[in-house]
């Protein structure tokens, strides 16, 4: 087992490889707010309810929902707070909700630091890491990197003998099966799917799973067994009730790969177009065929530009195209 890690233009990437498979897959952008683990100044803007959480902003200028603080602490005041999750933007019957960071009051003496990025926390699992140039062979797309991030953008996830469809929703994630075969094989091998997918694109929180209703106890305790085995990392679950439904809670850090992929499709299509472009084996000028947003998003970072042209040495031309769309954009190039 060990850890695949490049390091991209506006986006780290790393995966988890065992057996010649992605079990886990994770991104960290350079947009974006503040991530679990950082802990920093904030102040209080006004408590809620009964007082015992509160709106504070962070030092970075975000907005976060505290708990665990001292109930004597008034608006205005500072404490050092510990983020425990990411602030979440939602799709779903409300679009774009957007759900604030979550933070709990730190000691005083608890030292200010910056959240861990990818590749302090993949070190932390301690296993053997594999960096990725992009000069060098394709080690992620090899391992099945883009097939997950067809399952992320999608939420269509096959296995044999049915599929997947995950659904990011305000409330929760839903997961439901689908297939031809008898109920409980279909649910025992859907078991091992789900355990899985939950692992690989990174979902937490609350996760609803649609099973094939399965009419005798014995076989819903067969399918609870099988995702007991299957799970990895701690979580609760509810048991498999008559109508095929079980309930999995797990810690909830940051979006689920699906959340951060179909939430952003211009951020996220540009990105894998500079992974792409940074990969062009051409020596002349690179073309990138962008949509209107995706050229906004462009022309504010100078820095991926500049990283673009001084990693491949060729000229970049953008052709911004009004009726593109992000699964469209494209990459093309001479090759002198």
């Not at 897959?25 to 904030?42: F, K, N, P, T």
């Not at 602030?87 to 000691?107: D, F, M, S, V, W």
């Not at 030292?111 to 992009?134: G, V, Y």
């Not at 820095?303 to 093309?332: D, F, K, M, Y």
């Amino acid at each position: 087992m060990h850890w695949l890690y490049e390091n991209g233009i506006g986006e780290d990437r790393a995966a988890l490889v065992h057996g010649g498979q992605i079990i886990k897959a994770r991104i960290e952008r350079e947009v974006g707010g503040i991530q679990s683990g950082a802990i920093l100044m904030a102040r209080l803007l006004r408590k809620i309810g009964t007082g015992k959480r509160a709106i504070a902003r962070l030092s970075n200028g975000e907005d976060a929902i505290i708990s665990s603080f001292p109930g004597t602490l008034t608006e205005g005041q500072e404490l050092r707070v510990r983020v425990t999750r990411a602030a979440i933007t939602e799709k779903g019957p409300e679009q774009g909700r957007y759900k604030y960071a979550l933070a709990k009051g730190a000691g005083d003496d608890t030292p200010l630091s910056p959240s861990p990025n990818l590749l302090e926390q993949i070190k932390a699992d301690d296993a053997e890491i594999k960096h990725c140039p992009a000069h060098g062979p394709d080690l992620l797309a090899e391992a099945g990197w883009n097939e997950v991030m067809h399952e992320a953008q999608s939420g269509h996830v096959a296995f044999p003998g049915g599929s997947l469809e995950i659904a990011p929703t305000p409330a929760m994630t839903v997961i439901d099966v689908d297939g031809a075969s008898a109920p409980r094989p279909l649910a025992l091998s859907a078991a091992q799917a789900v355990a899985g997918a939950i692992e690989r694109l990174g979902i937490g929180g609350n996760i609803g799973i649609d099973f094939p209703a399965l009419p005798t106890k014995a076989d819903r305790t067969d399918v609870t067994t099988a995702i007991d085995q299957a799970m990895q990392g701690p979580f609760e679950r509810t048991a498999v009730n008559g109508f095929g439904f079980m309930q999995i809670v797990r810690k909830y850090e940051r979006p689920s790969l699906l959340q951060l992929v179909q939430d952003t499709p211009d951020l996220t299509a540009l990105l894998n177009l500079l992974r792409r472009a940074q990969r062009d084996q051409g020596t002349g000028k690179l073309m990138l065929h962008l949509t209107l947003p995706m050229k906004a998003i462009w022309d504010r970072h100078e820095t991926w530009q500049a990283a673009l042209v001084a990693q491949t040495g060729r000229n970049v031309e953008i052709a911004a195209e009004p009726a593109c769309t992000p699964e469209a954009s494209s990459l093309s190039g001479a090759y002198d």
